[in-house]
């Protein structure tokens, strides 16, 4: 990767931290998410920037005991799919028991510091 694919990244990463979350939809609907630059479903590089919706639903759900070395001292976790309406996003599921997590729990995604190495994460976090 680029320095300038990290860096819209990092953006889209602080975005999200400050409650002000996007996303990109090609001219057929496609969600995508930063660094990407064309649509990943059918290649169109006409991209409009949308608002993330406030919440999402979770459409798949893991426990991950045996995790990667990046996030060693937060397992178990559990780790989620989570549909926005026109895209989706992966990550960390806090704030709720991890055995009580379903799919079509409401959740808010933010950004928080893994426990193993402090490095930012997508986390989802119930929603009010
Ligand atoms: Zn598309």
């Given at each position: 990767?680029?320095?300038?694919?990290?860096?819209?990244?990092?953006?889209?990463?602080?975005?999200?931290?400050?409650g002000?979350?996007?996303?990109r939809?090609?001219?057929?609907?496609?969600?995508?998410?930063?660094?990407?630059?064309?649509?990943?479903?059918?290649?169109?590089?006409?991209l409009?920037?949308?608002?993330?919706?406030s919440?999402?639903e979770?459409?798949?759900?893991?426990?991950?005991?045996?995790?990667?070395?990046q996030?060693?001292?937060?397992?178990?976790?559990v780790?989620?799919?989570?549909?926005?309406?026109?895209?989706?996003?992966?990550?960390?599921?806090?704030?709720?028991?991890?055995?009580?997590?379903?799919?079509?729990?409401?959740?808010?995604?933010?950004?928080?510091?893994n426990?193993?190495?402090?490095?930012?994460?997508?986390?989802?976090?119930p929603?009010?």
């Amino acid at each position: 990767m680029t320095d300038v694919t990290n860096g819209e990244y990092d953006a889209f990463l602080e975005a999200l931290a400050a409650g002000e979350g996007y996303y990109r939809s090609c001219e057929n609907g496609h969600g995508l998410l930063p660094p990407r630059r064309a649509c990943p479903h059918c290649g169109d590089r006409n991209l409009t920037e949308r608002d993330l919706p406030s919440a999402g639903e979770i459409v798949t759900h893991t426990t991950v005991s045996v995790p990667t070395p990046q996030f060693e001292d937060d397992a178990p976790y559990v780790t989620a799919v989570v549909d926005f309406g026109g895209v989706r996003l992966t990550g960390v599921v806090r704030g709720i028991d991890q055995t009580a997590v379903e799919i079509g729990d409401r959740v808010t995604a933010t950004v928080e510091s893994n426990e193993t190495d402090g490095e930012r994460t997508i986390v989802f976090r119930p929603a009010e």
